[in-house]
C-alpha cells in the first residue's frame, strides 16, 4: 500500500489549500483515512480522519470549522480542503489509512502513511 500526498505550498494568512492523497495497492474503500501534522521542533499531532464510509469525521479543535475532510472512494483519494489558514498551521501534513477500524485519534492505530507535503502559512 502506498499514499501519495500533495498540495502543499505557500500561501497567506487567511489563504486556502486543499490537500489531497492517493492511497495504491488496496481496496480503498474500506481504509480509515486521517490527516495528521508536524511542525518544526512538535510532536506530530492529529489534524483530522474521515471513516472508509464517509459518514464519520472527526477534526482537532485547532482547526474546527476552518478544515474539511472528504474522500472520493472512486479515485482512491481523500482530501483536506483548508480554509483560513493560519501561521501556526505551517506544519509537513501526513496522510494515513487505518485498515478496518475507526480510531482516528491515535496515530500508532494506522497502518499505512504518506511522504508528506508542506504547507507554510506566512503572516
Known amino acids: 500500500v502506498q499514499l501519495q500526498a500533495s498540495g502543499g505550498g505557500l500561501v497567506q494568512a487567511g489563504g486556502s489549500l486543499r490537500l489531497s492523497c492517493v492511497i495504491s495497492g488496496r481496496t480503498f474503500s474500506r481504509y480509515t483515512m486521517g490527516w495528521f501534522r508536524q511542525a518544526p521542533g512538535k510532536e506530530r499531532e492529529f489534524v483530522a480522519a474521515i471513516s472508509w464510509s464517509g459518514g464519520a469525521t472527526n477534526y482537532s479543535d485547532s482547526v474546527k470549522d476552518r478544515f474539511t475532510i472528504s474522500r472520493y472512494n472512486v479515485k482512491n483519494t481523500v482530501y483536506l480542503q483548508m480554509n483560513s489558514l493560519k501561521p501556526e498551521d505551517t506544519a509537513v501534513y501526513y496522510c494515513?489509512?487505518?485498515?478496518?477500524?475507526?480510531?482516528?485519534?491515535?496515530?500508532?492505530?494506522?497502518?499505512?502513511w504518506g511522504q508528506g507535503t508542506q504547507v507554510t502559512v506566512s503572516s
Open positions: 494515513a489509512a487505518q485498515n478496518n477500524i475507526y480510531y482516528p485519534l491515535h496515530a500508532g492505530l494506522y497502518d499505512y
